[in-house]
């Protein structure tokens, strides 16, 4: 989920002068000490380009299992998509009106059980994030993870 906070609508690029195709390989110590005398980099100017992206409508299909058996509450995968949709996407309840189709899927495994002053269950959630652009149905990405 640590991930996935880092969407925003929001992304800025960072734009400064790049020194690096001046210098010659053989030279890089020297090129870079005589480039720094010349060009300090607290004089180099720098901007910065503020983007906006803007949320694309889609549908959502989300399939959780938990330990061989599918929830019917997908509580997981209901977290994953607030944050697609703070961010990234507007989801639709119509598959014809959109511009992508969301595949969120996950199940949760059962691991091995530690007993020390406390038992510990381990337990592994394989993650798989896909998504195709609409109408050819073209796969634009796809995210498999194992969060443990």
């Keep these: 989920m640590r991930l996935l906070q880092n969407f925003t609508p929001t992304q800025e690029i960072k734009c400064s002068f790049d020194f690096l195709p001046t210098e010659e390989p053989e030279q890089d110590i020297e090129s870079a000490k005589v480039m720094e005398l010349f060009f300090p980099k ?3 100017p720098v901007t910065y380009i503020a983007l906006e992206l803007q949320k694309s409508k889609a549908f959502l299909q989300m399939e959780e299992s938990v330990f ?3 929830s019917g509450q997908e509580s997981f995968l209901n977290s994953v998509k607030t944050v697609l949709n703070e961010s990234v996407f507007t989801f639709t309840s119509s598959r014809e009106d959109t511009d992508f189709i969301v595949k969120l899927k996950s199940e949760f495994i059962a691991g091995e059980e530690k007993k020390e002053t406390v ?3 381990l337990l592994s959630l394989p993650i798989s994030i896909s998504q ?3 109408p050819k149905q073209t796969k634009r990405y796809s995210l498999t993870g ?3």
Aim: net charge neutral; proline share 0%; with cysteine.
């Design 146 to 148: 194992l969060v443990v």
């Design 42 to 44: 607290k004089m180099v």
């Design 119 to 121: 038992t510990l269950c």
């Design 68 to 70: 061989g058996e599918l």
């Design 132 to 134: 195709s652009q609409m």
